[in-house]
């Protein structure tokens, strides 16, 4: 079902990944009209 | 004459037959590459059909972050007249600019062929010289074409009339409500998924589309014959 995305980012903190993913899924990845989305933070320094 | 811009993204591949159906229609049509910021006075800005960016991530997501976009809002936000035709829907969608959104064909499958159209609504820039009720046989083109709202919109659409076409005899795509075409609440920005640009002269194999490019032009003649009645009370009552 729909997209399975991947990225890659470096934040300061776990908080401001997810809050930077999510203007990211808001804006582009994915279209509120048509779809939904959840979101996880893994991996890195953020664990 | 109405000055119109065909907006040119990296993909698109309708943009000349668009500015061809202009011209043909007596606009001083010419086009304007994504890159630009100024819409160089455009009384009617069209987003022609095509593939924007490859169409990856969706149809019309990343064309809609394009420099020009910006000046394309400016300019429907002030009541400027604009038509997204197939690929230009999907980003008039994408951008906020028109509700509800364009999905994979329910079928799964590029469709290419022509399609019927109603007509429901004549009072927006490019309906003008339709009546209501009009079949129109129009070429379609497209993977993305379904139509989807939520049921609440979709609602509201149809109660504020708001869908502009809608196919008959058949529903190509799997479109909510079969809508192949709707505006916005200020009726100057609409959305059609077929091509009307490929069905404007008889060597087409006809020209049922060929009105929605002669509405530009013929809305402003109409608008100029009211402000003379506005003048003379007796045709006032008319």
Redesign the interface.
């Known amino acids: 079902m729909g997209k399975h995305l991947v990225l890659e980012l470096k934040a300061a903190s776990r908080d401001e990944a997810l809050a930077r993913a999510r203007v990211m899924c808001d804006r ?2 994915a ?1 509120p ?2 779809e939904d989305y959840d979101l996880a933070v893994d991996g890195g320094a953020a664990r | 004459m109405k000055r119109v811009a065909v907006i040119v993204f990296p993909g698109s591949n309708c943009d000349a037959e668009t500015l061809a159906a202009a011209r043909a229609a007596g606009s001083d049509g010419y086009f304007v590459w994504h890159r630009d910021t100024d819409l160089r006075q455009a009384d009617v800005v069209i987003l022609p059909g095509g593939f924007s960016y490859g169409d990856y991530l969706r149809s019309g997501a990343i064309a809609r972050f394009s420099n020009i976009m910006g000046a394309v809002t400016g300019h429907a936000r002030a009541g400027g007249a604009v038509l997204g035709i197939c690929n230009g829907f999907q980003i008039l969608c994408e951008a906020g600019l028109l509700p509800g959104g364009l999905m994979r064909n329910a079928r799964l499958r590029f469709l290419s062929r022509p399609v019927w159209v109603r007509v429901e609504q004549t009072d927006t820039p490019f309906t003008c010289l339709y009546e209501k009720g009009e079949v129109l046989e129009i070429p379609a083109a497209h993977g993305d074409g379904r139509y989807v709202v939520d049921a609440r919109t979709a609602a509201e659409l149809e109660a504020t009339d708001r869908v502009v076409w809608r196919y008959v005899r058949d529903n190509p795509n799997g479109s909510v409500n079969e809508i192949a075409g709707v505006t916005n609440a200020g009726r100057n920005v609409v959305g059609i998924m077929p091509h009307p640009e490929r069905r404007d002269a008889p060597a087409l194999g006809g020209q049922d589309g060929a009105r929605v490019f002669h509405s530009m032009e013929a809305r402003h003649a109409t608008q100029h014959a009211a402000d003379v009645r506005a003048v003379d009370d007796r045709h006032l009552r008319v």
Request: charged share 0%; aromatic share 0%.
């Open positions: 582009l990845l279209n009209v048509t």
